[in-house]
């Protein structure tokens, strides 16, 4: 989910910037530091919009630069359990897809994709059902339900968004996904 959010961090001025402590100043040095990592509480920094407040400087010992603690608006993402999102599948591989959400990537592993079963086609970057002609390929658009999240704020690039598409209403756009009575659901290419 995105969202629109306030708040507070401290942002180091170097000495060569300090004739020039402007809003505009520390809303770059906020989106260097901050746009694309990933925190525990707020998500993914998506932007920094703007500065609202630059408290006065402090100076450390053995330190060159000055720092100013900063209140200011963010766009952040962050998925929520069981929330149901759309993106687009960026990768294939043996073992599922790689799902991009905004500024972050879930996995939607091949066992819940569908109930059929699904092989890979590394050639064509695709898993595809031996069943029927469903498949789920690279630039593939879906809709999933996230149902596992692990932050990893010292490595963003760590954190794990765990998602399903087995769910009525969800997979792949263009699939059609029913329950008939008490069948399991079934994708159909439309």
Do not use: C
């Amino acid at each position: 989910m995105y969202k629109r959010v306030r708040l507070k961090d401290t942002v180091e001025v170097p000495p060569r910037h300090l004739a020039d402590v402007s809003p505009e100043r520390v809303k770059r040095l906020l989106q260097d530091k901050l746009e694309g990592r990933m925190d525990e509480t707020v998500g993914s920094v998506v932007s920094i919009s703007e500065v609202h407040d630059i408290g006065d400087g402090t100076v450390l010992p053995s330190r060159p630069g000055v720092y100013y603690e900063a209140e200011f608006d963010a766009v952040t993402f962050d998925p929520q359990m069981q929330e149901v999102v759309d993106g687009t599948v960026v990768e294939v591989v043996e073992f599922g897809a790689f799902v991009g959400l905004g500024p972050v990537d879930g996995l939607l592993h091949v066992s819940q994709i569908s109930d059929e079963y699904l092989a890979y086609d590394a050639e064509n970057q695709q898993l595809a059902s031996t069943e029927s002609d469903a498949s789920l390929g690279v630039d593939d658009a879906v809709r999933v339900r996230v149902v596992t999240k692990s932050v990893d704020e010292r490595n963003p690039r760590d954190s794990k968004i765990g998602l399903t598409a087995k769910q009525s209403g969800l997979g792949k756009h263009g699939w059609l996904r029913e329950k008939r009575d008490g069948d399991a659901p079934i994708a159909e290419e439309s």
